[in-house]
C-alpha cells in the first residue's frame, strides 16, 4: 500500500493543487461572479492561465499515471504555452500594480523572485521531456514556487468561514494573524517536504537534484524578501 501511495504522488498532489485554486478563486468562479476584478482583463487573463495550470498539471500528472503517454505529449505544448500565458501575466500584474521594490510587501517580493524560478523550471522541464525523473520534478517545484496566492486564499475559505463562526471569541487580529502565518508557510512548506520525502522513498534515500535545488531557492528567496 505504502510503495502504491507514493507511485501516486504526482497525481494525488497535483489534484490537491487543482483543489486548493478552486477553493482559492471560488468567489471569483461561483460566489461572487460580479466583483469588479472579475470585469478587469488583466485578471481574466490571468485567472484564465492559472486555472487552465492547474487543470492541464492535474490532467497530465494522471495521463502519466495510467500510461497513455501519446495524449499526455500532445497536450505537453499546450501545456508549455499555458505555462508562457502564467509568467507574462503575472509579470504585467507585478508591472502594473507594484512600483518598485521598496514599495512590496515582503511576500510580494518573494513572488517576484519566485516568478523567474517557476519560468526557468518549465523551461528546464520542456528542455528534459525525455528525462521523466528531471521533467516531472522540475514542473511541480515550479509550481510550488507559485502557491502563495492560492494558500492565501484558501484560508479565508478553508480555515475563517468556519473558525471564526464557531469561535467568535478567539479570533482577535492577532490571533487570525497567527493562524494566517501559520497556515501559508506550514502548507506551503509542507508541498517541498513531500516531494523530499517521495524522492527519499523511491530513490534509495536520495533527495532529487531538482527538488535540493528549489528548495534552497525557496529558503533564499523567503530571506532575501524578507531582510532587504
Known amino acids: 500500500m505504502a510503495d502504491r501511495?507514493?507511485?501516486a504522488y504526482f497525481s494525488i498532489v497535483s489534484v490537491l493543487m487543482l483543489f486548493l485554486g478552486v477553493v482559492a478563486f471560488s468567489d471569483n468562479l461561483f460566489t461572487d461572479i460580479g466583483q469588479p476584478s472579475n470585469r478587469d482583463p488583466k485578471f481574466i487573463v490571468h485567472g484564465v492561465f492559472g486555472l487552465a495550470w492547474y487543470v492541464l498539471l492535474a490532467t497530465q500528472a494522471n495521463l502519466v499515471r495510467v500510461r497513455n503517454l501519446r495524449l499526455h505529449r500532445r497536450l505537453g505544448i499546450a501545456t508549455f504555452v499555458v505555462a508562457i500565458g502564467v509568467t507574462l501575466s503575472t509579470l504585467?500584474?507585478?508591472v502594473v500594480l507594484w512600483k518598485g521594490?521598496?514599495?512590496m510587501e515582503p511576500d510580494v517580493r518573494a513572488n517576484r523572485l519566485l516568478l523567474p524560478g517557476f519560468a526557468?523550471?518549465?523551461l528546464l522541464a520542456w528542455q528534459r521531456r525525455g528525462q521523466s525523473d528531471w521533467h516531472k520534478r522540475?514542473?511541480?517545484?515550479g509550481t510550488f514556487f507559485m502557491l502563495t496566492p492560492v494558500l492565501d486564499r484558501?484560508?479565508?475559505?478553508l480555515i475563517?468561514?468556519?473558525a471564526k463562526p464557531l469561535f467568535p471569541s478567539l479570533y482577535t487580529p492577532s490571533v487570525d494573524e497567527i493562524g494566517f502565518l501559520v497556515f501559508r508557510w506550514g502548507s506551503w512548506i509542507a508541498f517541498f517536504v513531500s516531494l523530499m520525502l517521495y524522492d527519499w522513498k523511491t530513490r534509495q534515500r536520495r533527495v532529487h537534484p531538482v527538488t535540493l535545488a528549489g528548495c534552497v531557492w525557496f529558503v533564499l528567496v523567503v530571506l532575501i524578501s524578507e531582510f532587504t
Not at 484558501?154 to 475559505?157: L, R, T
Open 120 to 122: 526557468l523550471c518549465l
Open 138 to 141: 522540475l514542473i511541480f517545484v
Open 154 to 157: 484558501d484560508y479565508d475559505h
Open 101 to 103: 521594490w521598496a514599495n
Open 160 to 162: 475563517m468561514s468556519w
Open 5 to 7: 501511495t507514493w507511485g
Open 92 to 94: 504585467y500584474l507585478f
